[in-house]
Structures are given as C-alpha cells and as structure tokens.
C-alpha cells in the first residue's frame, strides 16, 4: 500500500445486555478484519474499542477512513474527547467521564497520527442493518465476539494473526 492510497474500514460494537459482555470488531474493504471480547463491558465500551483498534491496526495508513454506524462513537473522537479531557475528565455537567481509559487511549492514536505529519482519520456515519456490506461484517464480527465474551473469554482474533481473510463482496449470511 502506497502512502497516498485510501482505505476503507468500518467498526462495530456489541453487547449480549447492557452492560454484559461485549465485543468489538473492525472489517476492512480488502477483508482484512480484527475483533476482541470483553467479559464485562457497554455497547458504547464495544463501540469505542472498534474505532481504537482500527486506527491503532492502520496507524501506517495516510489516508483512513473509517465507517461506524455509532453517532456516539463518532462524536466522541470528533467533538467530545478533547472537551473531556480539559475539563478534567468531566462532562459538561460535571459528572466523571465514562470510558475515560479509552479515551485516552484515542487522544494517543489520534496525537501520534498528527505527530507523524499523518493527516487526521475520516469518520464517516454509515446506518446499522442497513444492507452497508462492510458494516454488516463489522456487525456479525463484534456480535461473535460477544458471544466468546458470554462464555468469560478476553480474547482477541485478526485476519492479520493467521484467521481467513472476509470475501466482502457480499454481506455475511
């Protein structure tokens, strides 16, 4: 991959409950993929960590652009985050912020990008369970995620760590 190519990743979270064991999951438009499972956590925790690990997984990649069918998730690395943290980790009405650990962790991606002369990632809002094939996949890859994490396992799994590669030509069955 070239410096001045695109690529496409869409993210996704899920959780089997709320709050319960959740899952995250990143698929990209090659089929490349990541996912991992917490044994306790938030759809918004889930949602969070897929948008983390794909900007973390493609840090070499100049121009990332990255699909969520979470406003939340968008919103906090767009606008929210960087409110948080100069207010002392508190919301606008005062109260302590939620997932502030990865927060941070996004605040770090983001920076190191911006360090590297990289240009900031592009989020794009997709709707969820909408025939959108790569969130379809990110869907179906955070919801078995969940599922392991039902079963009290943290783990994580990546196309890039010896799993198949997604034909994202059309959405899962």
């Given at each position: 991959?070239t410096?001045?190519?695109?690529?496409t990743?869409a993210t996704d979270?899920a959780?089997?409950?709320?709050?319960?064991?959740a899952?995250?999951?990143?698929?990209g438009e090659d089929g490349?993929?990541?996912?991992?499972?917490?044994?306790q956590?938030?759809?918004?925790i889930?949602e969070l960590?897929g948008?983390?690990h794909a900007?973390?997984d493609h840090?070499?990649?100049?121009h990332?652009?990255?699909?969520?069918d979470?406003k939340?998730?968008i919103?906090?690395?767009a606008s929210?985050?960087?409110g948080?943290?100069?207010r002392g980790?508190?919301t606008?009405?005062?109260?302590?912020?939620?997932?502030?650990?990865i927060?941070?962790?996004?605040?770090?991606?983001?920076?190191?990008?911006?360090?590297?002369g990289?240009?900031?990632?592009v989020?794009?809002?997709v709707r969820g369970h909408?025939?959108?094939?790569l969130?379809?996949?990110?869907?179906?890859r955070?919801?078995?995620a969940?599922?392991?994490?039902a079963?009290?396992?943290?783990s994580?799994?990546?196309s890039?760590?010896?799993?198949?590669?997604l034909?994202v030509s059309?959405?899962?069955?």
């Amino acid at each position: 991959m070239t410096d001045e190519q695109t690529y496409t990743v869409a993210t996704d979270g899920a959780c089997k409950g709320n709050p319960g064991p959740a899952g995250w999951a990143w698929v990209g438009e090659d089929g490349h993929w990541a996912a991992g499972s917490i044994p306790q956590g938030t759809n918004n925790i889930g949602e969070l960590l897929g948008l983390l690990h794909a900007i973390e997984d493609h840090a070499h990649v100049r121009h990332l652009i990255v699909q969520a069918d979470s406003k939340y998730a968008i919103d906090t690395y767009a606008s929210w985050m960087d409110g948080h943290r100069r207010r002392g980790w508190k919301t606008s009405g005062g109260q302590p912020t939620k997932n502030r650990e990865i927060l941070e962790q996004l605040i770090a991606v983001r920076d190191a990008r911006r360090a590297s002369g990289m240009p900031d990632v592009v989020l794009e809002h997709v709707r969820g369970h909408a025939g959108h094939v790569l969130n379809e996949w990110a869907d179906e890859r955070a919801v078995r995620a969940s599922k392991h994490a039902a079963e009290g396992r943290a783990s994580a799994w990546s196309s890039h760590a010896g799993q198949d590669v997604l034909d994202v030509s059309a959405a899962p069955r």
